[in-house]
């Protein structure tokens, strides 16, 4: 089957074009049919009504029609147009000179004043019958019923019909194809803006252009913009992987020529076993760190916004085990409604971070607020958590908050925790600021944007 968008439009198109005409020509032909016969029914009550005229009862209850009528066909033979008039008994007192040699029955069921239509019994000759019962009366009070008939050829009306059928499916024809035509058009010109896309992604994977352009239909502009937001996200990820990787090659040098120093020693000192410890111990930090970075995903493009509220939960009750023997009190401030569009390992690792740190060096309050937030020209979520701890540094703190920090150049007491919620902030757009709380321990107040 041809996926093709415009075959498969201009196929479906085309047969409901097609289905449309047919179907047009059947109602056409059927109401044009029905008027010309309703016409030749109109016409043979004419005549009917001109022989009535003419038909008089004499005097001896006998029935009289003048050879003269107003339609010179009844006088010829053969024309295909007859009259007849039929006794109660059926037989014939009547005819017209156009009849001669040909026979019909009457239809003795008719009540007076009951008319009816009916296909000629003449054989070989489709004509169209009318039978009508009446009663005539003459001056002298006597009556006498009487049938009257009156026989047309329809091959007028055949050939009417077939030659109005011919027209007709020559112009549907025409306008059919010409539609055909003009549909093919519009959907070539209507799918333009598809085509667009599809060159301009081939420009991106060429290297052409960094982006999808704007100059798309209303209807693909979200998708453009979509497609845009996707390929960035991609090159951010490629790119944090790249640096990812420099970052650790880099930042292992010096734990591995420590390392291979020691290698080539033949026995081992206190201070040596001691290096080593401390160099396998930065080493497996730099590790982490660099993972739990290139791990991030940043704002995800097509996936639904999460809920705050249970991965916050989820991380507090984990904590209030983990610490259990330090009996803290944790007041949690957290809007259930909120939603952020984001990964969920990356909130777990911010969450998770932030809180640990927390509870590490709270003494025995920790505070956590997490609500709808805004900043001077974008809306988001704002967090806050705070402990009554000792609190980090000045100088201590504008180290952790550095943004790039490897490592192993981490403030010390602190891990790599706080490096990666630097990390996530900024891959978030976000910002992030530090101090004194009302606790008297460190504030983390944190605000994410939307996209």
């Known amino acids: 089957m041809n996926s093709s968008i415009q075959s498969r439009l201009l196929i479906s198109a085309s047969i409901v074009l097609i289905s449309f005409l047919s179907l047009a020509a059947f109602v056409l032909d059927a109401a044009y049919k029905r008027g010309a016969q309703q016409a030749l029914h109109d016409q043979l009550q004419i005549h009917l009504y001109a022989i009535l005229a003419k038909a008089e009862l004499s005097k001896n209850n006998r029935l009289m029609v003048p050879s003269g009528l107003s339609e010179p066909r009844f006088m010829q033979v053969a024309s295909g147009l007859y009259a007849y008039i039929f006794d109660t008994n059926g037989e014939v007192v009547w005819r017209s000179s156009s009849s001669t040699g040909e026979q019909i029955n009457s239809v003795k069921s008719l009540s007076p004043g009951q008319k009816t239509f009916m296909r000629s019994s003449l054989p070989g000759r489709p004509s169209i019958e009318l039978h009508y019962k009446a009663i005539l009366e003459n001056a002298f009070n006597q009556s006498s019923r009487f049938e009257f008939v009156v026989i047309e050829s329809s091959d007028s009306l055949d050939n009417q019909v077939a030659s109005f059928r011919s027209v007709l499916w020559q112009w549907l024809g025409g306008i059919g194809l010409l539609l055909l035509i003009v549909q ?268």
């Open 184 to 451: 093919y058009f519009i959907i070539r010109i209507s799918l333009q803006p598809l085509r667009h896309i599809v060159l301009d992604l081939e420009k991106i994977q060429q290297g052409h252009a960094q982006h999808l352009e704007t100059h798309y239909s209303d209807e693909l502009k979200d998708i453009a913009n979509t497609l845009n937001r996707l390929i960035d996200n991609e090159r951010t990820h490629l790119k944090r992987y790249r640096n990812t990787l420099a970052d650790l090659a880099h930042s292992l040098k010096t734990p591995l020529s420590v390392l291979t120093g020691l290698y080539g020693q033949k026995s081992l000192s206190t201070t040596d076993i001691k290096t080593l410890e401390t160099q396998t111990l930065q080493m497996r930090q730099l590790v982490d760190y660099q993972l739990q970075k290139a791990a991030a995903k940043g704002h995800q493009t097509l996936a639904l916004p999460l809920q705050i509220q249970p991965i916050a939960q989820q991380i507090i009750t984990s904590l209030d085990k983990v610490y259990l023997d330090k009996q803290l009190t944790v007041v949690t401030t957290i809007d259930e409604s909120i939603k952020f569009n984001a990964e969920k390992g990356d909130m777990f690792e911010l969450f998770g971070n932030l809180l640990d740190n927390a509870y590490k060096w709270a003494n025995s309050k920790v505070y956590i607020r997490v609500q709808n937030g805004s900043d001077a020209t974008k809306q988001g979520v704002q967090i806050m958590i705070e402990d009554d701890g000792p609190g980090i540094a000045k100088n201590e703190l504008d180290n952790v908050l550095q943004r790039g920090i490897r490592a192993d150049e981490s403030t010390h007491g602190h891990g790599i925790g706080l490096a990666v919620v630097n990390e996530l902030v900024s891959l978030y757009n976000g910002s992030l600021k530090s101090g004194a709380g009302d606790l008297g321990g460190q504030q983390w107040l944190i605000f994410l944007p939307n996209r």
